[in-house]
């Protein structure tokens, strides 16, 4: 594995945001697409960026670690084990600057992929509250994933140790979009619903909500931009102690899309812009992402 780093300050925002670059190289394992492999490539280069600015942590007795090996022909791969290590890491990827390089070749009749990213990285503050979440393929904590097939039941299990306020957003790279999933669409016009102290929520499941006051639950299952291709898609949680009224400005293509139940959306880039936004203006704002892979079925 080839490592470089540059890390810079970014003078648009505060301190704790900085601009890391580093490109990850892997083997294609048998079991893996062309695809697969180059978004893997992609997500350890910016894992292994933020551990290498930012550093990280061990929490709930799990942890993040480098593991060394050598392939055929003397070639060299470090693989990032973690499930969730966003949630680990003392940083977050926050957006690329640029596209993510592709780059293949082959050694000993294997196929080899390195990925270089460059952007932005942002530091974990200490203000954060250590909220725990997962994603399910069922609505039981022991079903707990980060691959779904396409089309399967999709829940997501939150539990947080402080009285608080939460939205949930999806990123999609493949639509250039981003969706907000949380607060449910009968409560399209609210901008976060109110979560208590100690009590697991369980996302996405009619049978086990226990959201206050009770609305209808959009209930989801994720499908494929490109039907021949897995694709890796990421969950934006935003957290505050405190209530938050701002949301974006979702887009429609139509007005009677807008009037219907249909999931609110904007573009990735804009989506990302007022995420920063909302993080400088609101200081009890925080926020952490996790990454899950649909496959093709």
Known sequence: MFLALFVVSDSLFAQKIKVATATYELRQEDNMTKNQAQDKAVLYARLKAIKEVFGESLVQN??????????AGGAKSSQLV??????????????????????????????????????????????NVSFKVKTLSCPKTECETNEFNENQDFFVEFITPSDGYLSIYLEVPTENMAYRLLPYKANKSESCVKVSSDIPYTFFSEELNNLMPAVAVDELSMSLTNKNHGEQNTLVFLFSKTRFESKPIFIWNSQKEAEMDAIPGLGLKDFQTWHLKLERELKTMQSTKLSFLIKPN
């Open 62 to 71: 799990n942890s993040i670690y480098i593991s060394n090996s050598e392939g």
């Open 82 to 127: 973690a499930s969730t290590a966003e949630t680990y890491l003392n940083g977050e990827w926050v957006e690329d600057i640029d596209a993510p390089v592709i780059k293949w070749k082959i050694i000993d009749n294997e196929s080899w992929v390195s990925a270089t990213v460059k952007g932005k990285v942002k530091e974990r503050s200490e203000k």
